[in-house]
């Protein structure tokens, strides 16, 4: 079955970096679309960024245009998200999640990330 | 930018049908997709392109998408129903969700 596990959250620093991890298996990861999507404490949903199968399109927020960049590594069923230039409103629970392009059809468990000093 | 808007809330009594709309410019021109997402957990799809069931989720959601607004309606609401469902679309490509709603089954 599609099992999607993030990894790479923590605490850090206003203006410092962080990059986020998503494991892929269960399904052919260099087929499929891949999305990041955020929660913040206590808020909804929000959509950071998207990836196409190949890497050769990526979309983002603009939120978070300029700051993080979305990638992928098909050869180890990986997606990752740099982020760059963090601020205090980045803090939330990031998701990887598979897409379709319109939509997303499996949610990994997500990973903290704190931006506080 | 495209935006989405929920009711915050919406009750209704346990085995009577419950319904979340979701509102937006001419939303029926796009595919509405539907997520349910209970405490401490990640979100699950229960519709997408307006009306389509995935695997596993039961037959109770359904979904509708029409003029400028997009339903899920949950007929004989379950105790287990309860969380925060949230719509979304794909719009000038990128993705936009809405507000959500916190459904409370009582």
């Known amino acids: 079955q599609v099992h999607l596990v993030e990894s790479g959250g923590g605490v850090v620093q206003p203006g410092r970096s962080l990059r986020l991890s998503c494991a892929a298996s269960?399904?052919?990861?260099?087929?499929?679309?891949m999305h990041w999507v955020r929660q913040a404490p206590g808020k909804g949903l929000e959509w950071v960024a998207l990836i196409y199968s190949g890497g050769g399109n990526q979309f983002y927020a603009d939120s978070v245009k300029g700051r993080f960049t979305i990638s992928r590594d098909n050869s180890n069923n990986m997606l990752f998200l740099q982020m760059n230039s963090l601020r205090a409103d980045d803090t939330a629970v990031y998701y990887c999640a598979r897409g379709p392009i319109g939509f997303a059809d499996y949610w990994g468990q997500g990973t903290l990330v704190t931006v506080s000093s | 930018s495209y935006e989405l808007t929920q009711p915050p809330s919406v009750s209704v009594s346990p085995g009577q049908t419950a319904s979340i709309p979701c509102s937006g410019d001419n939303l029926g021109d796009k595919y509405g997709n539907w997520y349910q997402q209970k405490p401490g957990q990640s979100p699950v799809l229960v519709i997408y392109e307006d009306a389509k069931r995935p695997s596993g989720i039961p037959e109770r959601f359904s979904g509708s998408n029409s003029g400028n607004t997009a339903t899920l309606t949950i007929s004989g609401t379950q105790p287990m129903d309860e969380g925060d469902y949230y719509c979304?679309?794909?719009?000038?490509?990128?993705?936009?969700f809405g507000g959500g709603t916190k459904l409370t089954v009582l």
């Open positions: 269960g399904f052919t990861f260099s087929g499929s679309g």
């Open positions: 979304q679309v794909w719009d000038s490509n990128t993705v936009v």
